[in-house]
């Protein structure tokens, strides 16, 4: 398993944690979002998915991910 911390930008209410943890879990990751300091902790086993494959799951939300 690998984790990351990932700043992700946009991010502001409930609904906007809802859709990127919600992204993450149906891709095979978990997601911690933290609105505050606008990051998104990801736990997720780097045998089956890449950086980019979990970058795209928060994008395709419409967000940015630095």
């Given at each position: 398993?690998?984790?990351?911390?990932?700043?992700?930008?946009?991010m502001s209410c409930g609904?906007?944690?809802?859709s990127v943890?919600?992204?993450l879990k149906e891709i095979g990751a978990q997601g911690k979002v933290d609105?505050?300091?606008g990051t998104v902790a990801v736990e997720f086993d780097d045998s089956k998915l890449s950086l980019d494959n979990?970058?795209?799951?928060i994008e395709d939300q419409g967000y940015d991910v630095d």
């Open positions: 398993m690998q984790n990351v911390l990932l700043n992700v930008k946009g609904h906007c944690v809802n943890e919600g992204a609105l505050k300091k979990i970058k795209e799951a």
